[in-house]
Each structure stands twice: as C-alpha cells, then as structure tokens.
C-alpha cells in the first residue's frame, strides 16, 4: 500500500491506531483495486470473502426480489468500510453492492480479519464501535423512512447535503436517489415538485433553496435521525 492509502485506511476510526504489525498481519491475500463506474462487486447472498473499505469513488448497497424490482439500501462515500458484520461473521451479504463513481477499494481477507479482530483487543475495541456506528446509522434510515412522508425525506436529504450553503449538488443520479429515499423516480420528480412551494427549486442535478425557514418548517428536521455520529468508542 501507499503510503496515502494507509493514511485513507486510518482516517477510519476501527484502523485509527493500526499499527504495523497489526497492518501486516491484515493485508496478507488482500489486494487493492479499481473499479470503472457500475462495477458488480458482489451479489446479495455471496458468502462474506472480504472487508472491503471504499478508498475513493462512491458504492451503493441494493437489493432486489424476486420481480427484480431494486432498492438502494445505503449510499457511501470515501473512506468508509462495508460490510462490516458479514465480513465479521462470516455470513452471506444480505445486499449486492455496485460502484456508481470510478472507485478504488482495499479488500481486505474476510478470514484474516476475523483471526485478527478475535486476537488483538487494541483491534476488537474499535472494530465494535465501527459496527455500533453502522447500526445507529441504520436506526436512523428506518427511522427516516417510518416517521416521515416522502416529500418531508426529500427535503430533509437536501438539507443535510447543503449543509449552511443555499446550494447543492446532488451526488447522484435522480434514479438512485429516489430509490436511496424509497421512492419511485415518478414520485420523486412530484415530491420535487411539492417542495417548489415550501422554498425549493431545481435545475437539472442543483438543487436551490430559496426559502431555508419554510423549507425547514415543512420538512421538520430531527438530530436524532438527520443528524451523523462522529467516532464512537467504547471508553470516555
């Protein structure tokens, strides 16, 4: 590895304080690719072969059934790892995952990982904090999809992206962002629409917002779902 790629692995919290020996005894038969755009990098229900931690690029997590209807489950971004519990336990992935952005990703030998994790509590610590973290975030997305109807997500995703700005980018596609929010594109390109009287306008993938006070008070934010944890760890 380069040495900007372990800086990319450490900015994780669960390899913050990797040390060498303990880096060298977790890349032994793991390898370090590229990925063009719509790359397939496993199939829901291929048993658990590797950690894998996005460095660069952008991966989304999807399902299907037995129509071959999809759902993108999660979108992610660098630097973060999926998916964690399977590569932990050794168990099939229960979501496909594809790059949606030419990617590169360490992979990381499911077995390796497991021996390593199980061996070294300087490892195991913040290996349990990373799945603490990933559970939370889940919380928050069944949360976010329960309690909330389809427009008040999409204002609540716009939100969160633009941060203190009037001005954003969508990241993505509108195709997997309505499935991203558990819409169809057709009620997303509604739900835009909806939104044109609560401050929000678009133009092609910007996104403008015009009246931050009513789209807020349309959209009813909540920290406890729109809001991210930062590193969590097991000691004060």
């Not at 300087?122 to 990933?134: F, G, I, K």
């Not at 949360?143 to 204002?155: A, F, H």
């Not at 909540?222 to 000691?235: K, V």
């Amino acid at each position: 590895m380069r040495s900007e790629d372990l800086t990319l692995m450490r900015s994780l919290p669960m390899f913050g304080k990797v040390t060498e020996d303990q880096l060298a005894a977790l890349v032994p038969r793991g390898s370090l690719q590229r990925y063009p755009r719509g790359t397939l990098l496993f199939r829901e229900g291929d048993q658990a072969d590797f950690l894998m931690v996005l460095l660069e690029g952008g991966v989304e997590l999807f399902a299907r059934d037995h129509d071959e209807n999809e759902a993108v489950v999660e979108t992610l971004f660098p630097v973060d790892s999926f998916i964690l519990a399977a590569a932990l336990t050794g168990a099939p992935y229960l979501m496909s995952a594809r790059t949606f952005l030419p990617s590169r990703v360490l992979l990381l030998d499911a077995e390796i990982f497991r021996r390593a994790v199980a061996a070294d509590p300087d490892l195991s610590a913040p290996v349990m904090a990373e799945l603490a973290q990933h559970f939370r975030r889940l919380v928050r997305q069944i949360k976010n999809l329960k309690l909330r109807t389809g427009v008040q997500r999409l204002g609540c995703y716009v939100l969160g992206l633009a941060g203190a700005a009037d001005e954003v980018l969508l990241p993505f596609d509108k195709r997997t962002l309505a499935s991203r929010l558990g819409m169809t594109a057709e009620n997303l390109s509604r739900a835009f629409s909806t939104l044109r009287a609560h401050g929000l306008s678009t133009q092609g993938n910007r996104v403008l917002i015009q009246d931050r006070e009513r789209l807020v008070a349309f959209s009813r934010p909540d920290p406890l779902i729109d809001a991210s944890d930062g590193p969590l760890s097991l000691t004060e």
